[in-house]
């Protein structure tokens, strides 16, 4: 196929990283890129090495339908505007996206090739052009417990989620650190003070927590030295969006028929960058530990099986530990009370690489080899 791939919203949170990945990976050799962008248009692209012409205007039908393939993480407003107009077009290029607009409809395969290959090989074979990044913690969570899919193993699961400020974006990430900064300016020399009565600090902080100086306009709430227990939008049956995802998406990746339920609640907390997941797993069947942690550590080359020891956790099982790579940990593996199909573990990975840029990235080359 031709080499013509346009990436659209480049410098955003998800578009940055994609960009660096691709670049380490050198994709770019593989194509000729042209950037486009709502806000940049005439503005130098980024460098690639090789030359690629200014930064064109992302809502611009003509200039997009000149590529062969289109790359957006510009968000799910640019996708419901631009991408009828594209196909109404009569465009009939490979459409790659991060936003969630198109996941679910039938003519969009959802995109994480080390779990379902089989399910994108099938859907492009089938002439389906639409190939869409899964939820950020659907597409996590399905990496990290792969392996127990695989086995045929799970009756349900419940998720419970842990979810970084970078999720939501590049502004929100902004005013994470920007509440930060007021709580720690706000508390002025008092913080330096070891003999400070920690009760007077403590009530400093609750009392900018409820001010109006804390910055609160992306994320409606604080969120430093807090937590939002609400992502999304509400839909039915007390769910929000985020959680509604986790069953449908995780489905439809894995191409089940009978489904299998996943539900649970999802948290906002204060880490900067990388998801985690607290899980418990009905089993169809009482598994042996050392079996289940084989099952889990052998299903993909990025998932690292944590050892369940406070050592081992404290140094590996966090997002500070996994930002910026393309490990998906595991911890905590451990059967639960509730009987011996009942397994806990916990799961965390950077939600902007496996939850965003790197299936996308991925789903490229598949198509570019093609
Ligand atoms: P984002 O950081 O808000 O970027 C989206 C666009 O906002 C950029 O392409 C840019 O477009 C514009 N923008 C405005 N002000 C900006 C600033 N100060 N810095 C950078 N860009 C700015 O959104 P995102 O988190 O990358 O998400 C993009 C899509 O991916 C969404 O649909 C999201 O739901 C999905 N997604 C996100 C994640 C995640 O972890 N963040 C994970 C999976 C999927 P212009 O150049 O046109 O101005």
């Known amino acids: 196929m031709a080499r013509r791939v346009g990436i659209?919203?480049?410098?955003?949170?998800?578009?940055s990283v994609l960009f660096e990945r691709m670049k380490a990976e050198k994709d770019f050799e593989l194509f000729e890129p042209t950037f486009f962008s709502t806000s940049q248009q005439g503005q130098a692209a980024p460098d690639v090495?090789?030359?690629?012409?200014?930064?064109?205007d992302a809502n611009d039908v003509e200039a997009l339908k000149s590529c062969d393939v289109l790359v957006s993480c510009q968000g799910g407003d640019y996708t419901k505007a631009v991408h009828p107009k594209l196909r109404g077009a009569g465009w009939g290029g490979y459409w790659i996206d991060a936003a969630s607009t198109l996941r679910m409809a039938p003519n969009a395969v959802i995109v994480l090739d080390p779990v379902n290959r089989r399910v994108i090989d099938s859907a492009l074979s089938k002439g389906v052009k639409d190939c869409i990044g899964g939820n950020c913690t659907v597409s996590l969570m399905l990496m990290a417990i792969q392996g127990l899919f695989d086995k045929g193993w799970v009756e349900w699961v419940s998720s419970m989620t842990y979810q970084a400020a970078s999720g939501a974006g590049a502004k929100n990430m902004r005013e994470l650190l920007l509440q930060m900064r007021t709580l720690t300016q706000g508390l002025?020399?008092?913080l330096d003070d070891g003999d400070a009565s920690i009760l007077e600090l403590d009530r400093a902080v609750s009392k900018l927590l409820v001010s109006a100086e804390l910055p609160t306009s992306a994320f409606g709430a604080p969120l430093a030295a807090s937590l939002i227990p609400w992502i999304d939008s509400a839909v039915a049956d007390g769910q929000t969006r985020e959680e509604l995802k986790g069953h449908v998406e995780a489905n439809?990746?894995?191409?089940?028929?009978?489904e299998i339920p996943v539900d649970g609640l999802c948290v906002r907390i204060g880490a900067m960058r990388s998801?985690?997941?607290a899980m418990t797993i009905k089993l169809k069947k009482d598994v042996p530990l050392p079996e289940i942690e084989q099952a889990l550590?052998?299903?993909?080359?990025?998932?690292d099986l944590i050892p369940n020891d406070k050592?081992?956790?404290?140094?590996?099982?966090?997002?500070?530990?996994?930002?910026g790579t393309l490990r998906v940990a595991v911890g905590r593996v451990h059967k639960l009370k509730m009987g011996p199909e009942y397994l806990g573990c916990f799961a965390v990975g950077d939600q902007l690489?496996?939850?965003?840029?790197?299936?996308?990235?991925?789903?490229?080359?598949?198509?570019?080899e093609r």
């Open 188 to 190: 002025g020399r008092t």
């Open 311 to 323: 050592e081992a956790t404290l140094k590996r099982l966090s997002p500070a530990a996994v930002s």
């Open 49 to 56: 090495g090789k030359p690629t012409g200014p930064v064109k």
């Open 8 to 15: 659209i919203g480049y410098r955003g949170m998800v578009g």
């Open 297 to 303: 550590a052998g299903a993909n080359q990025w998932v």
């Open 252 to 258: 439809k990746i894995l191409g089940l028929s009978p």
């Open 275 to 277: 998801h985690s997941l």
């Open 353 to 368: 690489l496996w939850g965003a840029a790197e299936p996308l990235r991925r789903v490229l080359r598949i198509l570019l």
